[in-house]
Nanobody, 122 residues
């Protein structure tokens, strides 16, 4: 089993910044990717940013240029720096990871954190 724990959410004024962190622990052979998703009130969950091993990070158009995702493979962590925050960024942010949990290098399982609330006031 793998556990993801997010931290760093909170209340911030529009234009402000926040840094979210996520740490993965448990039966981890390797991590193929780590990502941040969010679910705003009344909306479906959407991807914010993805960090895939060996590839350039990818961002949703809505956060491009305002967010930076970074991963430390040695520590099994991922962070999301968010700047110039807008009220529409208000959401619960979830960390997700695609994890190899056995010696089978072809098998990866998706795991999710509990989420952390980000509220941006206008």
């Amino acid at each position: 089993q793998v556990h993801l724990v997010e931290s760093g959410g909170g209340l911030v004024q529009a234009g402000g910044s926040l840094r979210l962190s996520c740490a993965a622990s448990g039966s981890i052979f390797s991590i193929n990717s780590m990502a941040w998703y969010r679910r705003a009130p009344g909306k479906q969950r959407e991807v914010v940013a993805i960090y895939t091993t060996g590839r350039s990070p990818a961002y949703a158009d809505s956060v491009e240029g305002r967010c930076t995702i970074a991963s430390d493979n040695a520590k099994n962590t991922v962070s999301l720096e968010m700047t110039s925050l807008r009220p529409e960024d208000t959401a619960v942010y979830y960390c997700a990871a695609q994890v190899q949990t056995t010696a089978d290098v072809t098998k990866f399982t998706d795991f999710w954190g509990q989420g952390t609330q980000v509220t941006v006031s206008s």
